[in-house]
Structure formats: C-alpha cells, structure tokens
C-alpha cells in the first residue's frame, strides 16, 4: 500500500512539472477562486448562462451570442464627420481604426504593400497596416476558392492577377480601393448572458486594401479602412451570423454631441419605444420606403412617387455619409418650408451656396420640427441638431445652415446627421429597421435570446490556443495516473 502511495505522488508531482513547463516556461503555482464571491447572491438566471456556455466549450461547440464593440467619432463636419471602430485581426492580434459604413459590404484594411496610402491620419490616431506575412493565421483567397466563384459574378471580386481573388470598387464620392481578398482571425468579446462575456475569435474573409484614389488618399481623414456593414454575403454581419456565431441583427447609436462616438452592436439593441418600417425587397442598400416630409406639421408638396424605390432609386440609411440628400423634387419644397417657418425670427444668409440663416438668440423655439414618413407608420422626428449645422463665419456672426443637400439621379440618403442622437436597428431577419430617440451616451439593453438555439462546431470559432492546449496535456496526464493507478490494483 505504501508503494502505491508513493507512486501515486510521483505522477501528480510529474504531472504538476510537466504541466507547467511546457516550452521552457518554470511551473507555476495557479491560485483558485470562487467565480461568484460566496457573501454574493448570484441569479439563478446568471449560473445558467455561464454554465450553458462552459458546457458548450465542453462539447466543443458554441451557443454564439452579441458582440459590442466600441465607437469614435463625430458627425460633425468641421471635425471629420465620420464614425469609427476598432477590430482585431490576425495572430497576434492588431487593432485596427475602421469607418463604420451600412452603405458598403466589405470590410477592408490597408496593405502593408500599399504605395499610394497615407502615412498619418488627421484624426490624431497612429495608421497601422495589415502584414499577411506577420499574421501566423492569414492565407490568401485563390482564384479556384469557392468563395472567389460566388463573388465573381460581382462587381467586387475579379481574378485578373495571378491566382489570388482580387477586388475593386469604388465609394459614392468616387474614392476607391483595391486589392485581395484575406482569411484570417477577426477577435472579439461575445456577451452570452448577464455579465457573462466570452474571449472568441472566427476566421473571416476581408480585403486586403494595396490601391486607394480620391478621398481616401488624403491624410486628413486617412483611417485604417471600411467596415462594411451591407447586406451581401461577404460582409462580416452575414459571415459570422450564417455560422450562427452573432444573431441576423446588428445595431448602433451615434452620439451627436461632444466628443461624439456611441455604441455599435452584433446583435439588438432593446427600447420599447421603437418604430420599424419594412426594408425595401431586392434591394443592393438599405431601402426605405418615404412616403412623405413634414415640417411643422404641414406635409410639403410633394408627389409621393418621387420618393419611390425602383433600381437606382429610393431612399438608403447610409453611416458612411455624414449629411442628407433628398431628390430634386422634394428639397426645394423643403428649404421653403424651413424658410417660411423662420423668417419673422431670424435673418437669411447664403454661405457657399447653402440656405443658412443668423440668429441672435438660442435656435431653441425658432426653427421647426421635422417628420419623415416612412412605410408601415413609422416616423422619423428630426430635432434641430439632425437638420441644422453651423456655418462658416460671415459679416454679422455664424449662421445655421441647412445640413440638407439636393439628391442626385432620385436618390436620398439618410446620412450621420439623421442618423445620430438615435438608436437604429437593422432586423435582417425580419427585414425591416427600427429607429428611437435616445441618449447614445446611456447605457442600452440588449436580446440575447435570438441565438440560444444556435450551435455551430468548434472549428469556426476558436479561443485561447494556449488555454486550450493546457486543458490537453492536464486531461493527458490525468489519463496516465489513471490508467497506471488501475493496472497496480489490478
């Protein structure tokens, strides 16, 4: 008995130095604690969902959840007017500042390779590039890639360079990007329950940026790419909800005060006062249907088919426009409107070419309301601030102009300055998005629920290696004792 004793202390003692010097690396001593402090009341609620998803990483499968990610920036035109994010690519991770844009569909980062790119950025941030060869996780999309047939039929993929699936498209301002297409890991925190968050990463395809024109070559809003947030199968949102990892929804809220930034989500953002109106069918952007504008109340003039969707047309919620576009028809009606309603109270101006007017007083009061009529009920009221930004200097003060510009070829665009100060809601599933007036710099609520029922395989979403490889060699080495421990009883 005592020599089984003894033997039985030397594999735990093996164990514990095997264990812990795995690569060179001195044993250490691990310090245990309670998960939940024992003078604490847990929620029974909060023990499910952290033991759901242990159980799921025990099974080596995942219950997927909402990702949250954080968001710089500002609507406001004298200080860039754009919003951003950071996302982690590649092994080992690097964080990367990109443009938050519903009106594209791919995420794209600047290559290491690119010979026309800024080098500095006048939002005061430091560029980084994306170096395939620095990423021990990245591989390049070829030519005979599943992915790459799809895609060519597309405007943005082609295969005109050796065998690496390329891509080219340009933006409405007529900047432009191009160059390959990348797999690699996109990490992030995914929030499976109350106060529960878990460390992931899934392989996505993204562009890998080597040309830029216009715009995006100028230093003074230089950023580190796009996050396309579109519709197609290749934007992130489709990629890792079809793979069950994030829900069909994604959500944001732009702070238009300040300093600006917000929130940005993978998932749905929760308000009971929220109003949805159906997305446009068969449409490329994110379509919806406008049916008339109000101002005071007073519907303008307008012929309601002017803002019909039809190909090339209708009105698209975009993030990656900082301002409003309404067609021809209906932007005329609207500044006389805003004309009529201010005139005893304020005295017009022209600033570049843009209705503005001075005030000697707060705008509070003067200026009028403003409603967009959507389909399905839904209205969109736009306080001051989503209509009115303030001009350059003239003889007598800074004006107010009319942040609303005319629409080119019967397209409107809802832009940042609409879109902030408002939590939006884009319910692919259920194809249709919700708007709200909120304070974006609160904190919202978010549905966990829709991916409860979701499970994918371990092998498109992936955790700490280092974690995991540890888990092996204990799970290894407990098999040894064991087994050894058996055969002397026997």
Same mark, same amino acid.
């Given at each position: 008995m005592k020599f089984l004793i003894v033997l039985l202390l030397l594999f735990?003692?093996?164990?514990?130095?095997?264990?812990?010097?795995?690569?060179?690396?001195?044993?250490?001593?691990?310090?245990?604690e309670r998960a939940f402090p024992a003078n604490r009341r847990v929620e029974l609620e909060v023990l499910r969902t952290r033991d759901r998803v242990r159980h799921a990483r025990i099974l080596q499968q995942f219950s997927g959840g909402i990702v949250d990610f954080n968001v710089a920036g500002t609507s406001d035109p004298n200080y860039g007017g754009l919003y951003f994010t950071k996302v982690k690519l590649g092994s080992p991770a690097k964080e990367f500042n990109v443009q938050i844009d519903t009106g594209s569909d791919i995420l794209w980062i600047t290559c290491s390779s690119c010979s026309n790119c800024p080098k500095s950025s006048g939002f005061g941030i430091d560029l980084n590039f994306f170096d395939t060869g620095s990423s021990s996780t990245a591989s390049t999309v070829s030519c005979s890639d599943s992915m790459c047939s799809s895609l060519? @039929?597309?405007?943005?993929a082609s295969c005109s360079e050796g065998n690496q699936c390329g891509y080219s498209f340009q933006y409405g301002d007529g900047s432009g990007t191009s160059g390959n297409y990348v797999m690699d890991l996109l990490h992030f925190d995914t929030i499976v329950g109350p106060s529960v968050v878990a460390n992931s990463s899934?392989?996505?395809?993204?562009?890998?940026? /080597?040309?830029?024109?216009?715009?995006? *070559?100028?230093?003074?809003?230089?950023?580190?790419?796009?996050?396309?947030? !579109? @519709?197609?199968?290749?934007?992130?949102?489709? @990629?890792?909800?079809?793979?069950?990892?994030?829900p069909n929804v994604f959500s944001h809220c732009l702070k238009g005060d300040g300093t600006g930034g917000g929130k940005l989500v993978l998932g749905e953002i929760l308000d009971? *006062?929220?109003?949805?109106?159906?997305?446009a069918p068969s449409q490329p952007h994110y379509n919806?249907?406008?049916?008339?504008?109000?101002? +005071?109340?007073?519907?303008?003039?307008?012929?309601?088919?002017?803002?019909?969707?039809?190909?090339?047309?209708?009105?698209?919620?975009?993030?990656? /426009? *900082?301002?409003?576009?309404? &067609?021809?028809?209906?932007?005329?009606?609207?500044? +006389?409107?805003?004309?009529?309603?201010?005139? @005893?109270? /304020?005295?017009?101006?022209i600033s570049k070419g843009?209705?503005?007017?001075?005030?000697?007083?707060?705008? /509070?009061?003067?200026?009028? +309301?403003?409603?967009?009529?959507?389909?399905?009920?839904?209205?969109?009221?736009?306080?001051?601030?989503?209509?009115?930004?303030? !001009?350059?200097? &003239?003889?007598g003060g800074t004006p107010w102009c009319i942040g609303f510009q005319k629409g080119q070829n019967g397209v409107s665009i809802l832009g940042d300055l609409v879109l902030k100060d408002k939590i939006f809601v884009y319910d692919l599933s259920k194809k249709r998005i919700g708007w709200t007036d909120y304070n974006c710099s609160n904190d919202v609520n978010v549905s966990i629920s829709a991916s409860k029922d979701k499970f994918r395989n371990a092998g498109e979403l992936s955790e700490n290696s280092s974690s995991r490889t540890a888990s092996v060699l204990q799970a290894l080495l407990l098999h040894i004792v064991v087994v050894a421990l058996g055969s002397l009883l026997w």
């Open positions: 735990v003692a093996a164990a514990a130095v095997f264990c812990g010097g795995v690569g060179g690396f001195p044993a250490r001593v691990l310090t245990l060519v @039929q597309t405007s943005d899934a392989s996505i395809a993204f562009g890998c940026s /080597t040309h830029q024109t216009g715009s995006l *070559t100028k230093p003074e809003k230089a950023i580190d790419g796009i996050f396309g947030f !579109g @519709q197609h199968s290749l934007s992130v949102v489709s @990629q890792l909800s079809s793979r069950g990892i994030t009971p *006062t929220m109003v949805y109106s159906p997305l919806l249907d406008l049916q008339s504008i109000a101002v +005071n109340g007073q519907m303008l003039p307008v012929d309601p088919t002017v803002f019909a969707t039809s190909d090339n047309r209708g009105t698209v919620v975009d993030t990656g /426009t *900082t301002l409003t576009f309404l &067609v021809a028809e209906a932007f005329e009606p609207f500044v +006389n409107a805003i004309n009529s309603a201010v005139s @005893q109270l /304020t005295t017009p101006v843009t209705q503005c007017y001075l005030v000697t007083s707060s705008i /509070t009061g003067i200026f009028p +309301n403003v409603s967009l009529n959507f389909a399905g009920g839904a209205a969109m009221i736009l306080k001051l601030e989503n209509y009115l930004v303030l !001009g350059d200097p &003239v003889e």
